[in-house]
């Protein structure tokens, strides 16, 4: 499977950005998919997720209220709907599909390669 993700940038505080990630080479309808984010000089952190039924939905505390995760089935793509932006929002945001439950967070997901959001404060 193949993810491709896009929409990240530079944003000034308290601004917004949608991000996209297109899904190819499996059974989207079939996967769990999400985002994480990587800062600098940190770990990789868990943001969303969205069970492959629609079902349940996770977010990082650090997350919930600004961000919102969506998916399209009909189009294979999974959104990530940020507002409220903070300069602490600044990472590496990667999607990912896998099989399991919406707030999985160990291995054997299936990467994309990331897109940047920048906040500028």
């Known amino acids: 499977v193949q993810l491709q993700a896009s929409g990240g940038g530079l944003v000034q505080a308290g601004g917004s950005l949608r991000l996209s990630c297109v899904v190819s080479g499996g059974s989207f309808s079939s996967y769990t998919v999400g985002w994480s984010r990587q800062a600098p000089g940190k770990e990789r952190e868990f943001v969303a997720g969205?069970?492959?039924?629609?079902?349940?939905?996770y977010y990082a505390d650090s997350v919930k209220g600004r961000f919102a995760i969506s998916r399209d089935n009909d189009k294979n793509t999974v959104y990530l709907e940020m507002t409220s932006l903070k300069p602490e929002d600044t990472a590496v945001y990667y999607c990912a599909a896998w099989y399991g439950s919406a707030g999985y967070e160990g291995p054997g997901k299936n990467w994309g390669q990331g897109t940047l959001v920048t906040v500028s404060s």
């Open positions: 969205f069970s492959w039924s629609g079902g349940r939905i």
